[in-house]
């Protein structure tokens, strides 16, 4: 999970466009205090986002792809410290949602949870200390968008037990992912995963470049 460092200048850039983007036909809920308290917890805290988390870059996409298609329902697979449940929650303030986030490390965990605290973002955020190998399997859903950032070579596995939970029209998402043959930094799972998630008709799966690598699958029907 390779991160790019990002000057106040860059992040005050990609606030000035996170509103830009077309809304889905629900109307969005207006919250200034909240995404002023967002976007300064963000800045202040931009150098923290070392160990296991996305650049901010990915984090917008992963917003703009909520807020785009109005998603309430959402899982992350792989918390770290919090940095992208930061950014998935405060868009689900927006649609009126709620993020699911899973990690297996308590000392992540708890960074997260007080993280997430710091930025007013935990009413949107239900964190589980767990197993996702296990916890993934148990959970009912249904959800409308996924994140997975946890171990890569497990990710076909969490797609092939999320996919039955994935509405129609829903998104799941992968970090470090390229196109290039054997996955981002040469870790093996996310091509094995890529390449399953691209053969199957009933999904229309694109490579964003930019920052760590994300794939973007969007659900077209149950078959």
């Given amino acids: 999970m390779k991160i790019k460092k990002l000057s106040v200048f860059s992040l005050v850039s990609l606030f000035s466009v996170l509103f830009s983007f077309p809304a889905s036909s629900q109307t969005l809920k207006e919250n200034p205090e909240l995404d002023e308290k967002v976007k300064r917890f963000l800045s202040e805290n931009s150098r923290q986002w070392y160990d296991m988390n996305i650049p901010a870059s990915d984090g917008q996409l992963l917003y703009d792809i909520i807020v785009k298609n109005g998603y309430k329902s959402a899982l ?27 990690d297996i490390d308590e000392g992540r965990y708890r960074r997260a949870v007080e993280n997430f605290r710091k930025a007013g973002l935990s009413e949107y955020i239900d964190a589980r200390l767990a197993d996702a190998h296990k ?3 148990e959970l009912k859903g249904p959800f409308d968008f996924v994140f997975s950032d946890a171990d890569k070579e497990w990710y076909k596995n969490y797609f092939i037990d999320i996919d039955p939970k994935l509405v129609a029209g829903g998104c799941f998402t992968a970090h470090n992912i390229s196109e290039r043959g054997r996955g981002y930094g040469g870790y093996g799972g996310q091509g094995e995963f890529l390449q399953y998630v691209k053969s199957l008709k009933n999904y229309e799966t694109t490579v964003n470049n ?7 699958s969007y659900k077209r029907s149950g078959k």
């Fill in 76 to 102: 992350e697979i792989g918390t770290s410290t919090g940095h992208s449940g930061i950014w998935i929650a405060w868009a689900l303030s927006r649609t009126g949602g709620k993020l699911i986030t899973i």
């Fill in 135 to 137: 916890l993934v399997k």
């Fill in 210 to 216: 930019g920052g760590g690598g994300v794939s973007v």
